[in-house]
């Protein structure tokens, strides 16, 4: 599988750009155990343009995480085209067009998913923005707007003839936001389009690799890419199971990561997200204060010192647990 002259190993597992997710430490680590392809934040093309120090900031990206993608969005094609000229001067392997972000503030706007309610000005977008860079640019949207106007497999078509180097599709309407379930179905179909000669990357409640190698055999896409299962689990991309103390040195190891690249207090708001949503603290009894003082720890020291301090508390559980019967597995 290739997107413009990057190559991909077999069944390639991509990680979802995803606002306040995916800063550079997180990609890192999942490039680390296994993503093939990482993306940035997604970045608003309008507050590129402006110049907007903390949207610049979500253009820094580092050698060891390529193939790295930046995506943008935004409802101005004027703005699109400037945004990508400016993206493309930070050296992605990928620019790519969101138009699938469903949340009110970006598609109630028209931009992202909002864009499903004006595909002629999707498409100039997507022709204006590969006329005006030399890097490979693909998109990422949804099935439609709702399930009354179910468009993709046409827009895949539509898509590819503007140049697109390959489409990535979200198993949802615009209407469903994140509830339901995705419906691979019509990414399947689209794949199976004869006339459709770009990878088509199949996104939407994948939540493991073997879920990953059932879409791949099933459906036949090319890439799998995963959003909000990654969250506090960067080693999902991993083939190998790993125990409590490895992830937890992990996720500290994001930590330091997040703060040396950006700050101590913004490092730690970064990481915050990933320790409120990582399973791996599920079945320790009585967590909920240490949850709290972790959520409110305002120096990296005191942060590590509280994710330190559940380290015993989890050997107690997993003794608790083998005298009930309970595989190790079963605890992370």
Same mark, same amino acid.
């Given at each position: 599988?290739?997107?413009?002259?990057?190559?991909?190993?077999?069944?390639?597992?991509?990680?979802?750009?995803?606002?306040?997710?995916?800063?550079?430490?997180?990609? &890192?680590?999942?490039?680390?155990?296994?993503?093939?392809?990482?993306? +940035?934040?997604?970045?608003?093309?309008?507050?590129?343009?402006?110049?907007?120090?903390?949207?610049?900031?979500?253009?820094?990206?580092?050698?060891?995480?390529?193939?790295?993608?930046?995506?943008?969005?935004?409802?101005?094609?004027?703005?699109?085209?400037?945004?990508?000229?400016?993206?493309?001067?930070?050296?992605?392997?990928?620019?790519?067009?969101?138009?699938?972000?469903?949340?009110?503030?970006?598609?109630?706007?028209?931009?992202?998913?909002?864009?499903?309610?004006?595909?002629?000005?999707?498409?100039?977008?997507?022709?204006?923005?590969?006329?005006?860079?030399?890097?490979?640019?693909?998109?990422?949207?949804?099935?439609?707007?709702?399930?009354?106007?179910?468009?993709?497999?046409?827009?895949?078509? =539509?898509?590819?003839?503007?140049?697109?180097?390959?489409?990535?599709?979200?198993?949802?309407?615009?209407? =469903?936001?994140?509830?339901?379930?995705?419906?691979?179905?019509?990414?399947?179909?689209?794949?199976?389009?004869?006339?459709? +000669?770009?990878?088509?990357?199949?996104?939407?409640?994948?939540?493991?690799?073997?879920?990953?190698?059932?879409?791949?055999?099933?459906?036949?896409?090319?890439?799998?890419?995963?959003?909000?299962?990654?969250?506090?689990? %960067?080693?999902?991309?991993?083939?190998? =199971?790993?125990?409590?103390?490895?992830?937890?040195?992990?996720?500290?190891?994001?930590?330091?990561?997040?703060?040396?690249?950006?700050?101590?207090?913004?490092?730690?708001?970064?990481?915050?997200?990933?320790?409120?949503?990582? %399973?791996?603290?599920?079945?320790?009894?009585?967590?909920? %204060?240490?949850?709290?003082?972790?959520?409110?720890? +305002?120096?990296?020291?005191?942060?590590?010192?509280?994710?330190?301090?559940? &380290? %015993?508390?989890?050997?107690?559980?997993?003794?608790?647990?083998?005298?009930?019967?309970?595989?190790?597995?079963?605890?992370?």
């Amino acid at each position: 599988m290739k997107i413009g002259d990057i190559e991909f190993g077999p069944r390639p597992l991509f990680l979802a750009p995803m606002e306040d997710v995916t800063d550079i430490g997180f990609r &890192r680590l999942c490039k680390r155990f296994g993503a093939q392809m990482v993306y +940035t934040e997604f970045v608003s093309a309008e507050a590129l343009v402006r110049d907007v120090k903390t949207t610049v900031r979500k253009l820094q990206i580092s050698d060891e995480e390529r193939p790295v993608g930046i995506q943008i969005y935004g409802r101005d094609t004027d703005a699109m085209v400037e945004a990508a000229r400016i993206v493309e001067q930070a050296g992605p392997d990928v620019i790519d067009l969101n138009f699938g972000c469903p949340v009110k503030k970006v598609a109630g706007k028209g931009a992202g998913a909002g864009m499903l309610q004006n595909i002629p000005k999707m498409l100039d977008i997507t022709r204006r923005v590969v006329d005006a860079v030399s890097t490979p640019v693909t998109a990422k949207t949804r099935l439609g707007w709702n399930h009354e106007q179910l468009v993709i497999t046409t827009l895949a078509e =539509q898509l590819q003839d503007c140049g697109i180097k390959a489409l990535t599709i979200h198993g949802r309407t615009r209407s =469903q936001m994140y509830t339901g379930e995705a419906d691979w179905t019509l990414i399947g179909e689209v794949k199976r389009n004869p006339r459709i +000669t770009i990878p088509i990357i199949g996104n939407g409640d994948i939540h493991s690799r073997e879920e990953a190698d059932a879409a791949f055999e099933r459906y036949g896409v090319d890439a799998v890419m995963i959003g909000r299962a990654t969250f506090g689990c %960067p080693w999902l991309f991993s083939p190998q =199971q790993l125990s409590f103390d490895q992830k937890l040195d992990i996720l500290e190891e994001q930590l330091r990561i997040n703060v040396e690249m950006i700050d101590e207090p913004r490092g730690i708001l970064h990481t915050r997200r990933h320790l409120a949503a990582t %399973p791996i603290f599920k079945g320790i009894p009585n967590f909920r %204060p240490t949850r709290i003082a972790m959520l409110r720890a +305002t120096t990296v020291g005191e942060l590590l010192d509280i994710l330190e301090s559940t &380290r %015993p508390l989890l050997g107690e559980e997993r003794a608790t647990a083998e005298q009930e019967g309970q595989t190790t597995r079963e605890l992370y």
